[in-house]
Each structure stands twice: as C-alpha cells, then as structure tokens.
C-alpha cells in the first residue's frame, strides 16, 4: 500500500489541527494504521494506532486525552486529530500501516510508510 499524509502547518499552543493520511489499494482495511512523529535530531517516535476495524485505539501517554486517532476504510484514510497542541508536539508527523497481528507500537512492526508532514506548534 502507498501512504500519503497531509494537514501539517503551523499553530499555536492549545490549538489544533487535524493530520490525514490516504493509502492507495484495496486491502487499506488488513493494515492496522499508526502515527509517529520525529522531532529535530530526535529518533522517530509512536504516537497512536488503530485496528484494522478500528474498534481499538492505543495512544502514548503524552498525547492520551489531546489526540484522538481514527479511520475511515471506506475511503482508505486515517487521520489524528490533535488538540491542545504543546511546542514538544513540533514533529514532522508519519503515517504508516502494519501487517501485524495486534496493536502495533514499534517502528519495526510497520510495513509502509507516508513522505511526513510537518506540525510546527508555536509558544
């Protein structure tokens, strides 16, 4: 599957801003879906992922209660939605899709991989 994320920008502290991802194919609904991010000089790191039906979601704490991940398999697309963004959540932001059984929260456990968007929050 081809991933391509868009819906980064720039934003203040505490406002929001929604990240989407599109995957090409018709097997979008096997995948389980995540998002990562990497900061400057940072290593990539999890942020949510969705089951395949997307009747599970697993979050990493620092993001629990401010972003809400979901899908839409009808229209092969997930999206994050952020919400009361902080500076650290500066990151050029990832969408990939997993072939694993079970919530997938490593890197290694993706298969594909979007180009990234950019989410620059401002103080």
């Known amino acids: 599957v081809q991933l391509q994320a868009y819906g980064g920008g720039l934003v203040q502290t505490g406002g929001s801003l929604r990240v989407s991802c599109v995957g090409s194919?018709?097997?979008?609904?096997?995948?389980?879906m995540g998002w990562f991010r990497q900061a400057p000089g940072k290593e990539r790191e999890f942020v949510a992922a969705?089951?395949?039906?997307?009747?599970?979601?697993y979050y990493t704490d620092s993001v629990k209660g401010r972003f809400t991940i979901s899908r839409d398999n009808d229209k092969n697309t997930a999206a994050l939605q952020m919400n009361s963004l902080k500076p650290e959540d500066t990151a050029v932001y990832y969408c990939?899709?997993?072939?694993?059984?079970?919530?997938?929260?490593?890197?290694?456990?993706?298969?594909?991989w979007g180009q990234g968007t950019l989410v620059t929050v401002s103080s």
């Open positions: 990939a899709a997993s072939t694993a059984q079970g919530m997938a929260v490593m890197v290694y456990e993706y298969d594909f």
């Open positions: 194919g018709r097997t979008f609904n096997t995948y389980t």
């Open positions: 969705i089951s395949r039906g997307g009747g599970r979601t």
